[in-house]
Structures are given as C-alpha cells and as structure tokens.
Nanobody, 115 residues
C-alpha cells in the first residue's frame, strides 16, 4: 500500500532553517510528481511546493526564494529545504501524491517558528 512518512519538523527561531523529508513507498516513486502542503490551525491546507518526476520545482509565492523542493528517486524520498523561516511558516506540513484520481497524504510533521 501507498505510504508517505514525513520527518524533520521541529521548533526553530525566525530566520532559521529546517529540512523536511518524506519517505515514499508502495508506488513507482520516480514516475510521479510530489507535493508539500501545509496547514496552520484554523486555516485551509495550502500547496507549498511541487517537484515533477524529473525534478523541476514550482512554489507558492509565499515561499519562493526561501524554500527548495527536491527529490532523490534512488531513495524514494522528497525533501523540502526551508530557509529564512518566518513566524507565518508555522504549520503542519504534509507530503502528498496523486495516483490517478486518488490522493494520498502523509501523517504530517509540525513546524513551529517562534522566538
């Protein structure tokens, strides 16, 4: 079965950095785009960044220039490098893949930016 397992979240000060990882299994990872979403308390889940199966990244305007999405197809893992973190980046971050009409989500990893 499809599994997405996120890791790397934590507490960081404004201006700091974190790298999130998402280990995927149960499907042909190298064939599919992967996406990071985030959801802050009381808000909708928003798209953060997508990496194509060939490694091209696209970003929400709010994170452009600060976050970098990448993938390692040999390790079935997608990453989100987050730099220059802001208070408003505080959220639960979710890994996502769409296989046909079915969307799969990880369990999420919490990122808290606080001084």
């Amino acid at each position: 079965q499809v599994q997405l397992v996120e890791s790397g979240g934590g507490l960081v000060q404004p201006g700091g950095s974190l790298r999130l990882s998402c280990a995927a299994s149960g499907f042909t990872f190298s064939s599919f785009a992967m996406t990071w979403y985030r959801q802050a308390p009381g808000k909708e889940r928003d798209l953060v960044a997508t990496v194509s199966n060939t490694g091209d990244g696209t970003y929400a305007d709010s994170v452009k220039g600060r976050f970098t999405i990448s993938r390692d197809n040999a390790k079935n893992t997608v990453y989100l490098q987050m730099n220059s973190l802001k208070l408003e980046d505080t959220a639960a971050y979710y890994c996502h893949v769409r296989l046909g009409v079915i969307r799969y989500w990880g369990q999420g990893t919490q990122v808290t930016v606080s001084s």
